[in-house]
């Protein structure tokens, strides 16, 4: 477990980035900030009410009253949100001014998320926002020694098939892009190729073909019970034929219950590390953290973020 959090910080180091944390009074963030800049992980930027800008606030509320007027956003409400760090942080990030941000250990994930999908650029390749985490179980021989990325545990309560197509191709991107993984990408059900009939059933193979019709180049499989997906010896004996079955490093779950639950259950009893939700699906890069997260959650979400931005770049225009 150690040796996989450690690359991801140590990876992060090679080119650390500007991260903004809008959440300046808690304890635990002003901690992890304190190691992530004595490390050189991060270029953090706290927020406080006295460091923010006034002329950059006041052109960020221009910006986004001007963006979002058609949508009934009036002038008073632009400024209002616009005296809320994490609408700040966003509109930093969105405009260039920073390479991501990281938040939630005061805000609810709804805060995060919202903020994140009024402020940030949608990635028009990922289709939708959605969110994952790494999972990495302690002596655990399945997946990737371990690891793991699960979808959609955060975000979209119950995704369509388009929608389960769309993460399971973000979430195999963010595999291979951050964890440097084959992914192999399966998406999960109570049933193996057939072996139970039920509308959900149907959606998760619709959103199977879906994927494999868009031509993303990953290894994607479905619908696979949890065993077949991740023990080679139960794959056998159900699947004859499959790049994932048996090997499965990518789990996309059909629904926020079944996600929610699982990592939470596999954190708390397998004694996992659990890092995000990190938001998928925006061209500038967050990450979400639990209310709960200790200082070593943020650390690692901030490593994950820098390790994002280094690889896509960040948006500089301004409007």
Same mark, same amino acid.
């Given at each position: 477990?150690?040796?996989?959090?450690?690359?991801?910080?140590?990876?992060?180091?090679?080119?650390?980035?500007?991260?903004?944390?809008?959440?300046?009074?808690?304890?635990?963030?002003?901690?992890?900030?304190?190691?992530?800049?004595?490390?050189?992980?991060?270029?953090?930027?706290?927020?406080?009410?006295?460091?923010?800008?006034?002329?950059?606030?006041?052109?960020?509320?221009?910006?986004?009253?001007?963006?979002?007027?058609?949508?009934?956003?009036?002038?008073?409400?632009?400024?209002?949100?616009?005296?809320?760090?994490?609408?700040?942080?966003?509109?930093?990030?969105?405009?260039?001014?920073?390479?991501?941000?990281?938040?939630?250990?005061?805000?609810?994930?709804?805060?995060?998320?919202?903020?994140?999908?009024?402020?940030?650029?949608?990635?028009?390749?990922?289709?939708?926002?959605?969110?994952?985490?790494?999972?990495?179980?302690?002596?655990?021989?399945?997946?990737?020694?371990?690891?793991?990325?699960?979808?959609?545990?955060?975000?979209? $309560?119950?995704?369509?098939? !388009?929608?389960?197509? #769309? *993460?399971?191709?973000?979430?195999?991107?963010? &595999?291979?892009? %951050? /964890?440097?993984?084959?992914?192999?990408?399966?998406?999960?059900?109570?049933?193996?190729?057939?072996?139970?009939?039920?509308?959900?059933?149907?959606?998760?193979?619709?959103?199977?073909?879906?994927?494999?019709?868009?031509?993303?180049?990953?290894?994607?499989?479905?619908?696979?019970?949890?065993?077949?997906?991740?023990?080679?010896?139960?794959?056998?004996?159900?699947?004859?034929?499959?790049?994932?079955?048996?090997?499965?490093?990518?789990?996309?779950?059909?629904?926020?219950?079944?996600?929610?639950?699982?990592?939470?259950?596999?954190?708390?009893?397998?004694?996992?590390?659990?890092?995000?939700?990190?938001?998928?699906?925006?061209?500038? $890069?967050?990450?979400?953290? !639990?209310?709960?997260? #200790? *200082?070593?959650?943020?650390?690692?979400?901030? &490593?994950?973020? %820098? /390790?994002?931005?280094?690889?896509?770049?960040?948006?500089?225009?301004?409007?």
């Amino acid at each position: 477990m150690d040796d996989v959090i450690t690359n991801l910080r140590e990876r992060a180091k090679n080119n650390p980035k500007r991260i903004v944390f809008p959440e300046y009074d808690d304890k635990r963030v002003l901690k992890a900030v304190d190691y992530i800049k004595n490390e050189g992980i991060a270029e953090p930027i706290v927020l406080t009410k006295d460091n923010i800008d006034p002329a950059k606030q006041k052109e960020f509320i221009n910006i986004y009253f001007e963006h979002k007027r058609a949508k009934g956003i009036t002038l008073e409400q632009s400024k209002e949100l616009m005296d809320d760090p994490i609408y700040y942080a966003a509109m930093m990030c969105r405009y260039g001014h920073a390479d991501g941000f990281v938040a939630g250990a005061k805000y609810t994930t709804s805060a995060v998320v919202r903020t994140a999908l009024r402020c940030l650029e949608r990635d028009s390749a990922a289709n939708i926002v959605s969110s994952c985490f790494i999972m990495v179980i302690p002596d655990c021989v399945y997946g990737a020694n371990g690891t793991f990325v699960y979808g959609d545990c955060g975000i979209i $309560p119950y995704p369509t098939s !388009s929608q389960l197509a #769309s *993460i399971a191709i973000s979430c195999a991107a963010f &595999a291979k892009d %951050v /964890l440097n993984i084959i992914p192999r990408v399966a998406l999960l059900s109570f049933s193996t190729k057939g072996s139970s009939k039920h509308e959900e059933v149907n959606k998760v193979i619709e959103a199977v073909k879906i994927a494999k019709l868009k031509n993303s180049g990953f290894l994607i499989d479905g619908e696979l019970q949890a065993d077949s997906a991740l023990v080679p010896e139960v794959a056998s004996k159900k699947i004859s034929d499959s790049d994932v079955a048996g090997k499965a490093n990518v789990l996309i779950f059909p629904n926020l219950d079944a996600g929610n639950i699982s990592y939470k259950l596999i954190q708390r009893l397998a004694k996992a590390k659990a890092v995000g939700p990190i938001v998928l699906g925006t061209k500038q $890069p967050c990450s979400d953290l !639990s209310r709960g997260c #200790s *200082i070593d959650d943020i650390i690692d979400s901030t &490593a994950v973020t %820098v /390790l994002r931005a280094q690889k896509f770049g960040t948006n500089t225009t301004a409007d």
